[in-house]
């Protein structure tokens, strides 16, 4: 794992010049991509909003664009949960490089009944884990042409508490909506570590980072044209629980310093301040369930399979 980077001052309302810099964020229309996106288009980049609802990404657009004038928008049809067409997708990008991929889309269930994919993958597993597995093979080219490239994977809170079932990755078995989405989320991060492995061992100028928004709450994030808005009362209601979570535009702050930080090494963890729930972005120690190399390659292995994908990474 590599070493902490030093502590610069970082000003989460002035992060540095990304001019000249491509971004792709997955699930950029809403939520923590949303506002990833946002604060990513007020450096200069040219960022793209990865959504499968049209309609959604160009209100997304229109969003940032009214709050980041000149902002440098672009939006890639993207669906997770359709694995076969993620290699046409990334055709369609039309890129010599991509500097940094956001793989920030998710699906959450809170009710029963279990879903699937077209593919036949459990809906969380396969899409938040599956998808962006097989998203970031395609995107391996682009991003190794890159300078510096960069694989930022946002993880989940919830992730802390879960251990993966490798035997029953999908929750055949035993499907619990809040179990699966945090297995899901953790099977996200042990890929985003053991991708930093691999690219290590390869010697590639491309970094895995790994980052979490904590505790996030619609009802404590600014109004935006994409998301809505929460109500007066709903406003009221959270107040109290502004003193351990926040809203979602501070929850895109570490996620935005993992894609920028010039400081920044493969394999850390980057999540808020105050009890990894909320505050600044820094750097945080990983838990050791999220690095164990067994685990990692198996679920590797698991997910190049199911997937139908080469199990190198496609690197260089």
């Known amino acids: 794992m590599s070493t902490t980077p030093r502590h610069q001052p970082w000003d989460v309302h002035r992060p540095p010049s990304a001019e000249g810099r491509t971004f792709l964020v997955t699930g950029g229309n809403a939520g923590i991509g949303y506002f990833t996106a946002e604060q990513l288009a007020a450096t200069g980049a040219v960022v793209v909003l990865g959504s499968r609802d049209r309609a959604k990404a160009e209100a997304a657009m229109a969003s940032v664009r009214s709050r980041v004038p000149g902002a440098r928008l672009r939006r890639l049809g993207l669906d997770l949960a359709d694995l076969p067409s993620l290699k046409s997708a990334v055709d369609t990008l039309d890129l010599d490089r991509l500097d940094a991929v956001v793989l920030n889309a998710g699906v959450a269930l809170d009710d029963p009944p279990r879903r699937e994919t077209a593919d036949g993958h459990e809906l969380m597993f396969g899409t938040n884990h599956l998808g962006h597995f097989a998203l970031t093979r395609w995107l391996a080219p682009l991003l190794s042409a890159a300078p510096a490239g960069r694989v930022v994977t946002v993880g989940s809170f919830a992730a802390r508490s879960e251990r993966l079932d490798l035997d029953d990755p999908q929750s055949t078995r035993d499907y619990r909506p809040k179990r699966t989405y945090g297995r899901s989320k953790l099977a996200q991060m042990c890929f985003g570590f053991e991708l930093d492995r691999r690219l290590r061992a390869a010697g590639s100028t491309v970094l895995s980072v790994v980052a979490h928004p904590g505790g996030a709450l619609d009802s404590l994030t600014p109004p935006r044209a994409p998301a809505g808005a929460a109500t007066r009362g709903e ?15 501070a929850g895109a702050w570490p996620v935005v310093r993992a894609t920028l930080d010039p400081e920044a090494r493969g394999g850390l963890l980057w999540g808020p301040r105050v009890f990894k729930l909320r505050g600044r ?25 199911l997937t139908g994908t080469d199990p190198d990474d496609g690197f260089r």
């Open 235 to 249: 406003r009221l209601r959270a107040l109290p629980a502004a003193l351990l979570v926040q809203g979602k535009d």
């Open 281 to 305: 972005p820094r750097c945080e120690p990983v838990p050791s369930h999220m690095t164990d190399p067994a685990v990692a390659a198996r679920l590797w292995a698991i997910s190049a399979e």
